[in-house]
């Protein structure tokens, strides 16, 4: 176990939709990382923030968008869902701003319809 | 925009069979990870390797960084139906400050 929390586990939803993804840190991290895993795209750096702020993108759609809060948690905002959006979204976290070392949550499973 | 190439994307053996993968890349890296993901899970650090020429060895698992710090292998000796799983090496760009993942070896080590 990471100490990185996600929910949900599963997610099914309809092209068109919006749905939000919510990620919990290791206690004393303060980067939270986004990442996209599919089969044929490997896995795929999307946002990172450390302490509130945005602090990094990486390959991430104009339709995504994170936040992270004053408590360190995080959320990933997926929006006119499309059928290639299905994959797995997991979050990272770390001690500081430019920390190697990542610890990944279990991920969440998207699949658009 | 740096990328990293894993070799072979998939390796099936023998259960007591030793196994090298490789990370390769044309840009030179501050440090580089190597992490093991299993389905449905997701990749769990197995070691950093930041300098170059750096051995480290983790019991059955021996991992090398390039002495120009581009590369790196894992090598596994007598490996174990435990040891399946999703191999994947990420280097860290410092400029970028972000990770760069390779697509990853998939190993399975028949019993």
């Known amino acids: 176990d990471s100490g990185v929390t996600q929910t949900p586990k599963h997610l099914i939803t309809a092209t068109g939709q919006r749905v939000t993804l919510r990620c919990s840190p290791r206690?004393?991290?303060?980067?939270v990382y986004w990442y996209q895993q599919s089969l044929d795209q490997g896995l795929q750096f999307l946002i990172q923030?450390?302490?509130?702020?945005?602090?990094a993108k990486g390959n991430i759609l104009e339709r995504f968008s994170a936040q992270q809060f004053p408590d360190l948690h995080s959320e990933l905002n997926l929006s006119s869902l499309e059928l290639g959006d299905s994959a797995l979204y997991f979050c990272?976290?770390?001690?500081?701003?430019?920390?190697?070392?990542?610890?990944f949550g279990p991920g969440t499973r998207l699949t658009v319809t | 925009t740096q990328l990293l190439e894993q070799s072979p994307q998939f390796l099936s053996i023998q259960e007591g069979e030793n196994l090298t993968v490789y990370c390769n890349s044309s840009?030179?890296?501050?440090?580089l990870q190597w992490y093991r993901q299993e389905p449905g899970e997701g990749p769990v650090l197995l070691v950093t390797?930041?300098?170059?020429?750096e051995v480290k060895k983790l019991k059955r698992l021996t991992f090398q960084f390039g002495d120009a710090r581009k590369d790196s292998s894992l090598h596994i000796t007598a490996a174990q139906p435990g040891d399946t799983g999703l191999y994947l090496c990420?280097?860290?760009?410092?400029?970028?400050?972000?990770?760069?993942f390779g697509q990853g070896t998939r190993l399975t080590i028949n019993p």
């Open positions: 990272a976290s770390s001690v500081g701003s430019g920390t190697r070392e990542q610890y």
């Open positions: 206690s004393g991290d303060l980067s």
């Open positions: 923030y450390y302490n509130g702020e945005e602090r």
């Open positions: 840009s030179v890296f501050s440090s």
């Open positions: 390797v930041v300098t170059g020429g």
């Open positions: 990420a280097g860290y760009d410092g400029g970028a400050q972000k990770l760069v």
